[in-house]
């Protein structure tokens, strides 16, 4: 899988803007579709955080071994350290997050925490308590809007507020939708002290799914905390006088929360059942919600 990896990044390096487009739209589809509302001289940077973000996230599905994954986050690690020198590794993502970084001020702290977020999950991949997975994703998600945010020269904050419990809701919301997926792989991603206060077995939901006793209830609750943290991020923008709406300079970034609300919509409608195949299915009306999104300022 490396040598793949390795062979198809060498081809990105003669265009890395590109690579980086590609490798979003086959990886993070509905990141794509959000990148058309961000300004023209700002998407080749977009594409870039967006890629490395995609790239740290699915580092754990690609590896057959934890070292093989420390391996690859210290190859981020130092290759983070080379863009803030001026020397970025000749890899198609860290010469586009370089270029990125040329053009705006995008702070190596957060590139070193979404790195570090990720080497920890590669020991830890499920959390114990509700407050440990808000956290990660505070490092994660949050933290790649606020990188988004330095892309748009905006730190306010009000904004960067909201954008940190609209990560977590994202953060949520796309694990709810994977659970099919990791519990067929043996993976709970439902914090523990919800799956046992519902007497949710986790086993039987490995083999079971939908079938086990609690788990409905502990979908509910899981996805309510993320309507909640969708909640608190909305509410943000009815200070300052911003009476509901997003600034319309940052509103791409919170565009993200569309996808968010809709997958969330789409949960309750199938009564929490979070195995219902149609689910897994991109809604068609996603692209319109999105772009509807932006015109009205809300997401």
Do not use: C
């Given at each position: 899988?490396?040598s793949?990896?390795?062979?198809k990044s060498t081809l990105?390096l003669a265009?890395p803007?590109?690579?980086c487009?590609d490798?979003?739209?086959?990886?993070?589809?509905v990141?794509?579709?959000?990148?058309?509302?961000?300004?023209k001289?700002?998407?080749?940077?977009?594409?870039?955080?967006?890629a490395f973000s995609v790239?740290?996230a699915?580092?754990?599905d690609h590896v057959s071994?934890?070292?093989?994954g420390?391996?690859?986050?210290?190859?981020w690690r130092?290759a983070?350290?080379?863009i803030?020198?001026?020397?970025p590794?000749?890899?198609?993502?860290a010469?586009?997050?370089?270029e990125a970084?040329q053009?705006?001020?995008?702070?190596?702290y957060?590139?070193?925490?979404?790195?570090?977020?990720?080497?920890a999950?590669?020991?830890?991949p499920?959390?114990?308590t509700?407050?440990?997975?808000?956290?990660?994703?505070?490092s994660t998600?949050?933290t790649v809007?606020y990188?988004?945010?330095?892309?748009?020269?905006?730190?306010?904050?009000?904004?960067?507020h909201a954008?940190s419990?609209?990560?977590?809701a994202?953060?949520?919301?796309?694990?709810?939708?994977g659970?099919p997926?990791?519990?067929k792989?043996?993976?709970?991603?439902?914090?523990?002290?919800?799956?046992a206060?519902?007497?949710v077995?986790q086993?039987e939901v490995?083999?079971?799914?939908?079938a086990?006793?609690g788990i409905e209830?502990a979908?509910?609750?899981?996805?309510t905390?993320?309507?909640?943290?969708?909640?608190?991020?909305?509410?943000?923008?009815?200070?300052?006088?911003?009476?509901?709406?997003v600034?319309?300079r940052?509103m791409?970034?919170?565009?993200s929360?569309?996808p968010?609300a809709?997958?969330?919509?789409?949960?309750?409608?199938?009564?929490?059942?979070?195995?219902?195949?149609?689910?897994?299915l991109?809604d068609?009306?996603?692209?319109?919600?999105?772009w509807?999104?932006?015109?009205k300022?809300q997401?």
């Open positions: 899988m490396l793949t990896e390795v062979d990105g265009d803007a590109a690579f487009k490798f979003v739209r086959k990886h993070d589809y990141s794509y579709l959000v990148s058309h509302f961000y300004p001289h700002l998407q080749n940077g977009y594409f870039a955080i967006k790239e740290l699915t580092v754990q071994n934890t070292m093989i420390k391996l690859r986050m210290q190859f130092d983070v350290k080379g803030s020198d001026g020397k590794p000749r890899h198609p993502i010469l586009a997050l370089y970084s053009r705006s001020h995008l702070p190596a957060h590139l070193k925490r979404v790195i570090d977020a990720r080497d999950e590669l020991y830890t499920t959390h114990l509700v407050d440990s997975l808000t956290s990660h994703a505070e998600s949050s809007l990188l988004l945010l330095s892309l748009l020269s905006d730190s306010s904050t009000a904004i960067s954008a419990h609209l990560g977590a994202q953060t949520f919301s796309t694990l709810l939708r659970l997926f990791h519990a792989n043996g993976r709970m991603v439902i914090p523990a002290e919800i799956t206060k519902h007497g077995n086993e490995f083999r079971q799914g939908p086990v006793q209830d979908v509910f609750e899981f996805a905390i993320a309507n909640d943290h969708m909640i608190t991020a909305r509410d943000m923008f009815k200070e300052e006088g911003m009476e509901g709406k600034p319309a940052v791409p970034v919170f565009l929360g569309v968010v809709n997958y969330l919509e789409r949960l309750e409608k199938v009564n929490f059942n979070a195995f219902e195949p149609k689910l897994q991109r068609w009306k996603l692209a319109w919600l999105i509807r999104g932006f015109h300022r997401f």
